[in-house]
């Protein structure tokens, strides 16, 4: 483990966050050393930002630290898992402190609303790249899988989808920043994990899926992990009024594909779906029903003009060339 | 999280390595579901080995797998946990199907000799990097930290130090391999983590530590976590026969300071060390008494002449300039 440029993270992280009482060693030793609760399983997911693939070497850096952690705590939303502690691996091209003091500011924020403790990490020098991994809680016998969902079982997904695929785009075509465009970019850079969502679900929704590939790609996996295919009506898509006009010209694959969403998209069984609704709207959760799973394979469009079609654009893929 | 090569990562791994019982879901959903043993705690190591910083561009894959992988369980061992779980994000600069499969090869291998399931991960593209975290248990009350050495306690190291750092150097220099050379190529590149001497000294050291920066750096951390100072005898230093040479030559830089020897560096009680060293020798595990810990700051080395220094060369540190 190296040394100087983590002191400084452990340091600002934790004038930003408190102590959690299951953590009985944090950073500092060769290991941290965490407590489960007794009844729950631990969650974890592990994923990388590297620059220039995963954002632009012009983003924020207390955005970037928002980001990074908030892709994670979209991944424990969607198992319905409770946030409890963090690692963060960087590497970093040179020291810079100002640049490192906002990402951790970003990073940190975001983890005290959510009572996350960072206990570990590591630093290294290199071309920019980040790694988090975050660990929660869940009972294991409600987590929420992809692969429960049924045929009958109805469609929802939270928020809106495609403002971080419009706003990438916008920014690679250099257009020049309308009011709209604030929003779309606070959409791609600052998303919000629906974790208050996921834990909500615990028990209704008989699948989910977080939306960081695209609501088709992330459908066509909860599909095939639940052995079903979907039908989806586009009108019905929750869109802003930017991937609204996008939609009306005709350009869906902001909304179907553009990534970097990070909403919940689930099924519910038809005979609980106004229960899960009632319960999201009083908790303040926005979510839309846009389809249900059926017993034909792939997924079917069902345009506004009421032409169905199986073609969908493809969602983000690393490795696709 | 992407997904071609991620599937080969898992194909292959899930031919090489078991399933344990204590996952309750593994790769393929948002998250991993991990079920930790009642009465343990669960200890967790992330690091990052960059291309160029931690390993050389020529570095076999399969090597590179191991030591990924074994740089972690080096850190389990230091607390004395039992490894279980092992995440890994990986970023390459192509997909590379030959390149993987040697790599996935090698980490394999080691899991598999410490029954380590590979519970979840991620691929990126971009410049090679790999980020690993371990996950293992322990008994929280016999769990090996840094700080619990005492003065008076004596200090003990495994294995030979000063190999990968001394195996470093000749490659940089593009020394002719001579036969000695393979042995340290080895030690460089496929360090081995010290988790059955880790367990074993569970309850019996005061203290422990992982050798990855360099002895005299990591025995500073022990000694600053423990409060108090060591007092080093060179001569007893464990070390192969070509580490010997270059410390007769008065390069005691590789023994003390070359960084990745992923030993063990540990403190027992005076009244403790014959027990220690006899359950050691009855395991098969070589420990060398290397000197004390003493009141008073610092670190004092004693050369095979006699005289008495504080000059000790410093450690590996990426954020150094």
Request: charged letters at 20%; a negative charge.
């Amino acid at each position: 483990m190296s040394l100087s440029e983590f002191d400084l993270i452990r340091t600002y992280f934790s004038r930003a966050t408190g102590v959690r009482a299951d953590v009985t060693l944090g950073i500092g030793d060769d290991c941290a050393l965490l407590n489960v609760p007794a009844g729950r399983c631990l969650a974890v997911s592990i994923d990388t930002l590297v620059e220039g693939r995963h954002f632009l070497p012009t983003v924020a850096p207390d955005a970037l630290g928002h980001k990074a952690l908030a892709v994670n705590l979209s991944d424990l939303a969607a198992m319905g898992a409770e946030p409890a502690w963090v690692t963060l691996a960087i590497t970093l091209p040179a020291p810079d402190t100002a640049w490192l003091r906002a990402f951790v500011d970003g990073f940190a924020r975001l983890a005290a609303q959510h009572n996350v403790q960072l206990v570990g990490g590591d630093t290294t020098r290199g071309p920019l790249s980040i790694t988090v991994q975050a660990h929660g809680f869940v009972d294991p016998a409600f987590a929420l899988r992809r692969s429960g969902g049924a045929v009958g079982d109805r469609l929802f997904v939270s928020g809106t989808v495609g403002d971080a695929g419009l706003a990438l785009r916008r920014m690679r075509d250099n257009a020049k920043i309308e009011a709209e465009d604030s929003y779309l970019l606070a959409r791609l850079d600052r998303p919000t994990p629906r974790v208050a969502l996921g834990r909500l679900l615990l028990g209704c929704a008989t699948a989910a899926i977080d939306v960081s590939d695209g609501l088709a790609a992330d459908l066509r996996h909860l599909c095939q992990a639940s052995g079903a295919g979907a039908r989806i009506d586009l009108a019905r898509l929750p869109v802003s009024p930017a991937v609204a006009a996008a939609c009306g010209r005709g350009e869906w694959h902001y909304a179907l594909a553009g990534g970097d969403d990070y909403e919940l998209l689930f099924s519910v069984g038809a005979d609980q779906a106004d229960k899960v609704l009632a319960a999201c709207a009083a908790a303040g959760e926005a979510v839309q029903e846009i389809g249900c799973l059926v017993d034909e394979e792939g997924i079917a469009l069902v345009y506004p003009d009421g032409h169905v079609s199986k073609e969908i654009p493809d969602g983000f893929d690393h490795f696709r060339t």
